[in-house]
């Protein structure tokens, strides 16, 4: 069966949920991090990249995001 966007987006959130939570505890004490939507950014672009995944504008909707 073929992954959906949804199912691609929805893993690799819950992935970063899951490192998120090591970073927050491990690296920055405890501490909430402030800067998340930085770094689930940084960890989603990174994780789609390993996988072979790129995430561009489409040529036929333009490029922003509604």
């Known amino acids: 069966m073929d992954r959906t966007t949804k199912d691609i987006l ?8 899951a490192a998120h939570g ?6 920055l004490g405890g501490v909430f991090d402030e800067e998340w939507p930085d770094w689930y950014a940084d960890h989603m672009v990174k994780t789609l990249a390993d ?3 790129e995430i561009s504008p489409s040529p036929t909707v333009g490029n ?3």
């Not at 090591?22 to 690296?27: F, G, M, S």
């Open 22 to 27: 090591i970073h927050e505890a491990e690296e």
């Open 64 to 66: 922003s995001l509604h």
């Open 10 to 17: 929805l893993e690799l959130l819950t992935q970063a949920a």
């Open 51 to 53: 996988a072979g995944y």
